[in-house]
């Protein structure tokens, strides 16, 4: 009689103890950069944190995991090569905005898109030069934002870019003619530039494009990316992204 009542409390402990386990609410640890109009410090300063972060990709993250019930928090920090190697190795961490890649595909779970990003060469107002293929571009210096994915398509198209740690250096470099084009996202560039006082940048050439998503690491529960994959195409039905969209372009 005692083993059995025994039993039956050891029992009672495991379910308790499995139910509170299976209770507990996940958090995801989201780390994002300056990366405007998706993401920025509210000061333009390289960390910020929570309600002191704001953007396209800002806004529709916090609304779809607060749609999706999940908690988390959000930080900016730099360098970009710090955050997504975080987000890579570290479980229940997420990294956002960033181009879902062939390469990176297994690397993450994703949630998204988010929103689009050409990738374009800027020139100044003034400069003489015509595109019309990216293998036209190695006669002159270009310059990109280092681990950014549009310096990884770069080089592994055999340029060799002139890398930034940060690519508001771009902007400055390329009005001081220390590189003929600036490789960088559209419409994010420009935003940048604007921000830096520049305007009247000339489009030489789109070469290629790519949608941006929330990245997730690996062991974040699938349930997980399903509650903010249904959140995310709920807003996107109802006209949310476009109205947030609207606020900053």
């Known amino acids: 009689m005692l083993k059995t009542i025994a039993s039956l409390v050891a029992a009672a402990l495991l379910f308790g103890a499995s139910l509170g386990h299976a209770q507990t609410p996940v958090k995801i640890d989201l780390l994002t950069e300056n990366f405007p109009p998706y993401n920025m410090a509210a000061d333009g300063k390289n960390f910020a944190r929570d309600e002191n972060i704001s953007g396209i990709a800002v806004d529709i993250v ?3 995991f607060k749609r999706a019930g999940v908690d988390y928090t959000l930080t900016l ?3 970009w090569e710090r955050i997504y190697g975080m987000a890579l190795e570290q479980a229940n961490y997420g990294v956002f905005v960033t181009a879902r890649l062939p390469e990176r595909e297994e690397l993450f779970k994703w949630v998204g898109p988010i929103g689009p990003d050409d ?3 800027l020139a100044r107002g003034d400069s003489p030069i015509n595109l019309t293929s ?3 571009a190695r006669q002159y210096n270009v310059g990109a934002y280092k681990g950014d994915a549009i310096a990884e398509h770069l080089e592994g198209q055999g340029l060799q870019p002139a890398l930034a740690l940060r690519d508001q250096e771009n902007v400055k470099k390329l009005i001081d003619g220390k590189i003929d084009l600036w490789a960088t996202g559209d419409p994010a ?3 940048l530039a604007r921000q830096e006082g520049v305007t ?3 489009r030489v050439l789109r070469f290629d494009s790519a ?3 929330l990245a997730l690491n690996k062991q974040v529960a699938d349930e997980t990316v399903q509650k903010l994959q249904k959140a995310l195409d709920q807003m996107r039905s109802e006209g949310v992204i476009d109205a947030i969209n609207a606020r900053y372009l």
């Open 211 to 213: 949608e941006l998503y």
């Open 200 to 202: 009247g940048l000339k």
């Open 134 to 136: 990216l293998d036209q």
């Open 189 to 191: 560039g420009r935003y």
């Open 77 to 79: 920090r730099f360098p």
């Open 119 to 121: 990738w374009v060469l």
């Open 62 to 64: 916090r609304e779809m």
